[in-house]
T-cell receptor, first 111, second 116 residues
């Protein structure tokens, strides 16, 4: 059974810092890995999707990497802003179209 | 284009009551999903529907039933609510992109359910 772990569970940083969120998964037989953002009381918004054959994806200040063989992904956020405060979830897609989610990292960026 | 919509947004039930959570998508997606999210945990799949007319159990199906009414709508029913079903429920639909373009699930805003 696939298990996805995110470390740290919570993170508080001052504005402007670069930061890294970590995600690990136990079964490397995945189709893709996705990073989502969740604002309080809201649904999930997809940030980046990395196919199993890819090593990284970039969108603006966000960069996600994938090392499938070691079961790890990182989400790098450059020059963090208060508006980046949210919970970040990673999810892996295995057999079928089902996603397995990590528990999330709750990020607070202080002005 | 409203995406994925869910009703109600909030609900309080007493133990033993029943209710149906509604979900609809207007993106012509074939696959739809119901998840629950508990504090400190990621989303866990309850049921999914790969296409109209089919439904399958996910990781935590006990205590729930689903109906894929048509391509747009996928409902989740609690027949006899229990306090352990207090959670936030998310509906999602799935889009398969062009070859190599990847695919993603689109999520509704959630239903916050409390069972007393």
């Amino acid at each position: 059974k696939q298990e996805v772990t995110q470390i740290p569970a919570a993170l508080s940083v001052p504005e402007g810092e670069n930061l890294v969120l970590n995600c690990s998964f136990t079964d490397s037989a995945i189709y893709n890995l996705q990073w989502f953002r969740q604002d309080p009381g809201k649904g999930l918004t997809s940030l980046l999707l990395i196919q199993s054959s890819q090593r990284e994806q970039t969108s603006g200040r966000l960069n996600a990497s994938l090392d499938k063989s070691s079961g790890r992904s990182t989400l790098y956020i450059a020059a963090s802003q208060p508006g980046d405060s949210a919970t970040y979830l990673c999810a892996v897609r295995g057999a079928g179209n089902m996603l397995t989610f990590g528990g999330g990292t709750r990020l607070m960026v202080k002005p | 284009n409203a995406g994925v919509t869910q009703t109600p947004k909030f609900q309080v039930l007493k133990t033993g009551q029943s209710m149906t959570l509604q979900c609809a998508q207007d993106m012509n997606h074939n696959s739809m999903y119901w998840y629950r999210q508990d504090p400190g945990m990621g989303l866990r799949l309850i049921y999914y529907s790969a296409s109209e007319g089919t439904t399958d159990k996910g990781e935590v199906p006990n205590g729930y039933n689903v109906s894929r009414l048509n391509k747009r709508e996928f409902s989740l029913r609690l027949e006899s609510a229990a306090p352990s079903q207090t959670s936030v429920y998310f509906c999602a639909s799935h889009s398969v992109g062009l070859a190599g373009a990847g695919d993603t699930q689109y999520f509704g805003p959630g239903t916050r359910l409390t069972v007393l």
